[in-house]
């Protein structure tokens, strides 16, 4: 059974940095996507940044320029470098992998959700 495990979330001021890290047990085949979501309470879940199998990646407008993902597919593994954070960035961040396990469909796989807060 694959499971994500997220680390790196915390409290930071504004204007620092956080690095996220996401990394998948078990086998996953046909990695399609990786990347990053996030979650305000009262909000719906919304896409930060993804990143392809062929290194093609996608960012939010709010955080272009500002963050950088990453990933490593045959680690089953994706990042996000967070630079000047604001207090808008404080969410939930949960990373997803979609791909499969043998002999099954594609689906999406989620983290557990790491909290990152931006103090002003």
């Known amino acids: 059974q694959v499971q994500l495990v997220e680390s790196g979330g915390g409290l930071v001021q504004a204007g620092g940095s956080l690095r996220l890290s996401c990394a998948a047990s078990?086998?996953?085949?046909?990695?399609?996507?990786m990347g990053w979501y996030r979650q305000c309470p009262g909000k719906q879940r919304e896409l930060v940044a993804t990143i392809t199998s062929d290194g093609s990646t996608n960012y939010t407008e709010s955080v272009k320029g500002r963050f950088t993902v990453s990933g490593d597919n045959g680690q089953k593994a994706v990042y996000l470098q967070m630079n000047s954070l604001k207090p808008e960035d404080t969410a939930v961040y949960f990373c997803?992998?979609?791909?499969?396990?043998?002999?099954?469909?594609?689906?999406?796989?989620w983290g557990q959700g790491t909290q990152v807060t931006v103090s002003s």
């Open positions: 078990g086998r996953i085949f046909d990695i399609n996507t």
């Open positions: 997803n992998i979609r791909g499969r396990e043998l002999f099954r469909r594609i689906t999406d796989y």
